[in-house]
């Protein structure tokens, strides 16, 4: 089995920063693409930013140049780094892992979710 952890979400004011971590623990051989997703309440589940294991990344538009993701492939670790946040920016943020157990095995995990919440 794998668990993915989060951390690092609480509350901070407009224009504010935070960093968020996910850890992934397990039986794993290798992990492809990790990211980050968010879900505001009433709203969908979104992707916010992702990073293949080569080191390719996609932003959502409305993160692009305030976020950055990275990952470290030694420690199966991912961490979004959040700037300038915004009110909208609010959500529950999930960390997402394809986590291969064999070279012809793998796996969609996601974390517990970790509360950011944006003040004006």
């Known amino acids: 089995q794998v668990q993915l952890v989060e951390s690092g979400g609480g509350l901070v004011q407009a224009g504010g920063s935070l960093r968020l971590s996910c850890a992934a623990s397990?039986?794993?051989?290798?992990?492809?693409?990790m990211g980050w997703y968010r879900q505001a309440p009433g709203k969908q589940r979104e992707l916010v930013a992702r990073?293949?294991?080569?080191?390719?990344?996609n932003y959502a538009d409305s993160v692009k140049g305030r976020f950055t993701i990275s990952r470290d492939n030694v420690k199966n670790t991912v961490s979004l780094q959040m700037n300038s946040l915004k009110p909208e920016d609010t959500a529950v943020y999930y960390c997402?892992?394809?986590?291969?157990?064999?070279?012809?095995?793998?796996?969609?995990?996601w974390g517990q979710g970790t509360q950011v919440t944006v003040s004006s």
């Open positions: 990073i293949r294991s080569g080191g390719t990344t």
């Open positions: 997402n892992a394809d986590v291969r157990f064999s070279s012809s095995w793998s796996n969609n995990f």
């Open positions: 397990g039986s794993i051989f290798s992990i492809d693409a």
